[in-house]
């Protein structure tokens, strides 16, 4: 019904010479990016002729796609960004291990207020200013340009396949314990292949899927911690929380667990393009995400720390399920064991997405070349795919400490550049539409910054050289590759599209000329990438 309105709409009014026809039509196609001073400062504009077929067909295709392509709501994002960043208490095992359960409580209960907070506001203010695929690379290039823009996504694409590699290798970690042959040697590394293949499978079909897979697993991955906290409750000794050894504390262990648990807030950025209103739903997911990955460390930790005699040295990897069998028996331990695996199998989905997308973002705005803009027949970022578990099969062999430490540091390069970001475009484009806003001034989210900045600054200290080496090795590769795509581009060896970039410069507000006088008679509103804005004319 609402296409046939539409026809008529344009079919209607005199196209000229008194016949039936097509009027004027004006179709803009709006990026988000607006100046409160008025006036759409980045759009791509199409002016049709009268009587076109091609304005109707043009409009008719876009309404087609925004209908079927299908958006994700708040429940499947809250799942996907509770898989971005945490997928349960599977991991926090070491934390104890390293520090104590002391620290190991402590740790969960601050950090996300040194990090994890501001990480996720600083998330929801720039994805709902920025609703594109490609999120935190969006972002640095409106401040800073594309060739940062293109560093940043450089840094968070490797650090984002890394991270992926480690849950076919956690998923086998704990199989196991169930199937000893998965331990080592060739049936351990073939399976790594069958997993890494199986679950790009099922991120190829559609992030719809994917998002419904998340909600089911994260309901499966928690309840078997609420069933052991419950019945925690009359073993629990509240003095052996507060056991510690500072002279045996491994703080490089401590900080990077706590940090890998804790971070890739601004993952779910990258897939902005595709949630449904994301300027109302980012927020709210980024906030109920951020209490179920807080209360899902703290709560198992309390009750697995408190009700069993603490042996720090037991605690690694796959200690839950042993604590789940001291506290319910052999159900509650094979219980824990399922949902660690399903819970790797989720972590996977949300990264995968998050990494591919980014590419399709990137392809998008012409860092890339065209062939990474193109979508499956599922909507989904075929080559960003393909990309993405090629490199978790890659470093999926690497040792499982040496992948978190080397995603970290670079996670850390990319994220001072995303702090950095956020604070010059808060400076430098006051006046820039942002549907949620953090409630502090300018001076106030410095301040907020500062502690983030200095958790990155020490978490990167305790690097070894390797890693170290290794990172900025990868780091100025990056900054060799995009001259290297722009002069492709400039050759025309490779086909890109047309950059749609936000430069510094575009989202200023000139402030000098009322709206009238700019000729922009649109009213001032915030536009959704995916929006059309029509103009019926006269003809004339």
């Not at 012409?366 to 909507?379: C, E, T």
């Amino acid at each position: 019904m609402r296409l046939r309105r539409l026809h008529r709409l344009f079919c209607t009014r005199g196209g000229g010479g008194g016949g039936r026809g097509c009027g004027y039509v004006r179709v803009r196609r709006m990026g988000p990016y607006r100046s409160r001073g008025g006036g759409v400062t980045l759009a791509r504009r199409k002016e049709m002729e009268p009587g076109s077929p091609k304005a109707l067909e043009s409009v008719i295709s876009d309404l087609h796609v925004k209908r079927t392509r299908p958006k994700l709501g708040l429940v499947p994002l809250v799942a996907l960004i509770f898989y971005e960043v945490s997928g349960g208490p599977f991991g926090v095992e070491d934390s104890v291990k390293a520090g104590g359960p002391l620290l190991a409580i402590v740790g969960f209960l601050v950090f996300p207020f040194v990090w994890s907070i501001p990480e996720a506001l600083i998330t929801a203010e720039l994805a709902t200013a920025f609703p594109e695929n490609g999120g935190y690379v969006v972002w640095i290039s409106a401040a800073f340009g594309e060739f940062w823009g293109f560093q940043e996504g450089w840094c968070k694409w490797i650090s984002g396949v890394a991270d992926n590699a480690l849950y076919p290798v956690l998923f086998l970690d704990y199989f196991k314990r169930v199937v000893p042959l998965f331990a080592d040697g060739p049936a351990r590394y073939i399976a790594l292949i069958v997993i890494t293949i199986l679950l790009t499978y099922l991120n190829y079909r559609g992030l719809t899927i994917v998002g419904m897979t998340a909600v089911f697993l994260t309901g499966f991955s928690l309840l078997p911690f609420v069933v052991l906290s419950f019945m925690s409750i009359p073993k629990i000794r509240p003095k052996r929380w507060g056991a510690v050894n500072l002279n045996r504390v491994n703080w490089g262990t401590y900080l990077n667990t706590l940090f890998w648990n804790l971070n890739y807030w601004d993952s779910a950025s990258t897939l902005a393009g595709e949630v449904e209103k994301p300027q109302r739903t980012f927020p709210k997911a980024l906030m109920w995400a951020v209490l179920i990955v807080i209360v899902g460390y703290v709560v198992p930790l309390l009750a697995g720390t408190g009700a069993i005699t603490p042996n720090d040295a037991l605690w690694e990897s796959g200690y839950f399920a042993d604590v789940g069998k001291a506290i319910g028996g052999p159900f509650l331990k094979w219980w824990i064991e399922i949902a660690a695996l399903l819970s790797n199998m989720g972590l996977f989905e949300a990264e995968m997405s998050s990494d591919s997308f980014q590419l399709l973002g990137m392809g998008e705005m012409g860092m890339l070349p065209k062939v990474f803009a193109k979508r499956s027949k599922h909507g989904t970022p075929l080559l960003g795919i393909l990309f993405s578990a090629s490199g978790v099969l890659l470093l999926s062999f690497m040792s499982f400490q040496e992948i978190v430490e080397f995603l970290n540091f670079l996670y850390c390069i990319a994220m001072l550049i995303e702090f950095a970001a956020f604070i010059y475009l808060r400076l430098s484009q006051p006046n820039l539409v942002r549907p949620y806003k953090i409630p502090f001034g300018t001076v106030g989210v410095t301040v907020m910054s500062i502690p983030a900045i200095g958790l990155i600054i020490l978490v990167m200290c305790y690097a070894s050289w390797k890693t170290i080496v290794v990172s900025v090795g990868l780091f100025l590769l990056g900054m060799m590759t995009y001259p290297t795509l722009q002069h492709a581009k400039a050759k025309r060896w490779v086909a890109f599209v047309d950059p749609k970039v936000v430069r510094p410069a575009d989202v200023a507000d000139s402030g000098a000329a009322p709206q009238a006088e700019r000729g922009d008679p649109e009213p001032r509103v915030p536009s959704g990438s995916n929006s059309v804005h029509i103009e019926l004319g006269s003809g004339r």
